[in-house]
Structures are given as C-alpha cells and as structure tokens.
C-alpha cells in the first residue's frame, strides 16, 4: 500500500486539475514533494510567523525555479538555516550579491517557525560582533538556501553548482585526468562575450526521468570574480533568447557538457 501512494496522489492530482481544483491540485503536489511531509509537520508543530526579503529579481527567481527542479520546500530550508545557527559553529558569510544595474528588486517571502526566529534573533547583535561584519535573519536565510540549492550568491570562494550525480562524477573524473575545469568555463565565457562561442540550448529534463539520482555539489570550483561577474550578466539575454531560466549554474553546467561530453547512461 506504502508504494501506492505517489502514484495515487499523482492520479488525484490530474483528477483535481479536471474538476478545475486548481488549488487543491497543487496543496496536493506540494504534499507529494520527497519533502512534502515537512509541510504537515510544519503545520502541526509550530507557530509560522512570515518573513518579507527584499532580493534581487533573478536571486527570487533562481531560488524558487531550483526549488521546483530539486524538489526542495524553500520554507523548510530557512528553518535549516536558523537550526544551523542555533547548533553553532556556522555564521553565513558576508552577504555579496548585489543589485546589479537594470536589475528589478522582488519580495521573496518565506514561513519560518516563530520559535526558531525569536532564538535567532536574540543571537544577532554576538554573530555579528564575532563576525566583524552585520548578520542579518535575511543573510542566514539566503545564504543557507544558496549553499543547499547551488545558486552563486558570490558569498563564497568557490562558485557552488548542484549537478545530477553521474554527471557531478563524470566532470570530477576529467578534473582527475586533468582537465582544468576554471580555465574551461573562462574561456567559453570570453566567447560567449565576443560572440565567437553560440551556447546551446540548455537540456531539459522530463520530471520524473532521473527518479531515485541524487543531486549533489561540484565543489572546488574556483572562477574569478569577472568571470563569476560575466555569467550573471550574460544569464538574464539568455533566458530570453532560450524563453526559459537560464542561471550561472546553468551556463557552466552547458559549457562543461559542451566540451567535456556527458556520463554513458
């Protein structure tokens, strides 16, 4: 009976959306994330208490469409993020990613348990005496999301990319044979800036098609800041030329693919 019920709920879903429940078709979706659950315990343990960030457009929409794509709760993830500090030993980095010009800025709301929130405000004004510079509820939220989801805040050194396994193993083993992976994506970059490298249309994957392949980091990915710089203005006319999100990540996970070729299946 246990393995019956996605499938189940995938049934109910279709049978919702025709009966025009649009809205209890996705409370229905939702539920049956992997971590979909949390949703209901969530519900039934805590106080929410509603937070209102002001982010830079494409940071609120990268965030949200890894979100979907990994199948992660963003709510869920900010109470990581608050459990994280509370357990010690982990201050987010000082926030990085700016406004960039022409950039619109958007409210990205998150539900967060009171309880959580209250503990970690009280910690605010020591973190960032220890720190040396300010942490904010805002900074431990989206620099936590960034890190799980992969999505370059430019906090940290290394640029973070959330690859499908085989291929995250399929790039290691050619850094392994020798293959410079930074100095790859730099000079695809000054291509696609010089217009004489056209990226392909980025992949899409059936949902449901990698079922059971976990996502997992690319770490060490050390690019220069104008080169980390580049992917984030070269993102939003790609987006538009592919008519889909088309993120840093995205564009470095095409130009690894493009030039190192993909696992065998």
């Given at each position: 009976m ?12 279709t ?14 979706e939702a539920?049956?994330?992997p ?13 929410p ?14 965030l ?14 900010a ?57 904010t ?26 690859l ?14 020798g ?22 249309s ?44 088309v993120?840093?990540?995205t ?15």
């Amino acid at each position: 009976m246990a393995g019956m019920i996605r499938p189940n709920l995938v049934e109910a879903v279709t049978v919702l959306k025709d009966a025009g429940r649009h809205d209890l078709a996705s409370a229905v979706e939702a539920l049956n994330k992997p971590r979909g659950y949390l949703l209901l315990q969530r519900t039934e343990d805590m106080t929410p208490r509603q937070l209102s960030l002001t982010v830079p457009l494409p940071l609120k929409q990268e965030l949200e469409s890894t979100a979907r794509e990994m199948d992660q709760v963003l709510d869920s993830l900010a109470d990581d993020a608050y459990r994280k500090v509370l357990a010690g030993g982990w201050v987010p980095p000082r926030w990085q990613r700016s406004k960039r010009p022409g950039h619109k800025t958007a409210v990205f709301q998150v539900t967060v348990d009171k309880a959580l929130h209250g503990q970690v405000q009280e910690l605010l004004p020591r973190l960032t005496e220890e720190a040396g510079y300010r942490v904010t509820q805002s900074s431990i939220i989206l620099a936590h999301m960034c890190d799980e989801l992969g999505v370059d805040s430019g906090a940290d050194a290394a640029m973070p990319l959330v690859l499908w396994e085989p291929l995250r193993d399929h790039f290691v083993a050619a850094r392994d044979s020798g293959a410079d992976l930074e100095a790859i994506v730099s000079e695809r970059v000054r291509e696609l800036l010089d217009g004489s490298w056209e990226m392909p249309s980025p992949s899409r994957v059936e949902k449901g098609a990698r079922h059971g392949v976990r996502q997992v980091k690319l770490s060490g990915l050390f690019l220069k800041a104008d080169v980390r710089e580049a992917l984030h203005e070269l993102a939003p006319a790609l987006s538009e030329r592919f008519g889909v999100l088309v993120t840093p990540g995205t564009i470095v996970r095409v130009i690894l693919t493009d030039r190192l070729g993909e696992p065998a299946e």
